[in-house]
């Protein structure tokens, strides 16, 4: 028993000083590495289940800011709008192509590169419409706390990669209640 109690002691004591050399911080770090950047859409409209079944193609248009230069550098937009591309291109399987359209618009609304003290993050509304028919209204929230996917390129992958989860779960819903209805 005693020596249970004294390996315990002693696990607590090697936890505790490396949490107070840096190591914590070290692993947590780590892990923020390994997880990258990550996007996660916030919908400011009531969005049906089945609203995004009715299309049979998307189509992007050209990111857009209202920003500064100095607050929203040309790369941004740029990478924006080669991973839109890069999506447009995957979705075809779901979204083969023709009419009704969906139109995807983007709007940035902030950047910030990782730097030492904060994350980096990327903040744009997204407007999926049907001509002047607004069907879906988000804003796309994507942050990275990693250093290796703290820049523009990864934050626009990350964030349109999102776009194109949500897009394809949407109508895979659809496809899957149809087979189910047969």
């Known amino acids: 028993m005693q020596r249970l109690t004294t390996g315990v002691l002693w696990s607590l004591l090697v936890t505790l000083a490396l949490s107070t050399t840096g190591c914590g911080t070290i692993a947590k770090q780590a892990f923020h590495e390994v997880l990258g950047a990550r996007g996660k ?4 409209n009531d969005v ?8 049979q193609s998307v189509e992007f248009t050209p990111t857009s800011t209202e920003l500064s230069t100095r607050l929203c550098r040309p790369a941004a937009l740029h990478y924006c709008d080669r991973y839109a591309r890069k999506v447009q291109a995957d979705l075809s ?3 083969p192509g023709g009419e009704p359209r969906l139109t ?4 940035v609304l902030y950047v910030h590169t990782k730097d030492l003290l904060k994350a980096a993050q990327l903040l744009a509304r997204v407007k999926m419409r049907n001509g002047d028919r607004v069907v879906v209204d988000a804003i796309l929230n994507t942050q990275s706390k990693a250093f290796r996917e703290g820049n523009e390129e990864k934050l626009a992958e990350a964030g349109l990669k999102t776009i194109e989860t949500y897009l394809r779960q949407h109508k895979q819903t659809e496809l899957e209640a149809n087979a189910d209805d047969k």
């Open 93 to 95: 399987d779901v979204y």
């Open 104 to 107: 995807i618009d983007i709007d």
């Open 41 to 44: 859409l916030y919908f400011n």
């Open 48 to 55: 049906p289940p089945h609203a995004l079944a009715y299309y």
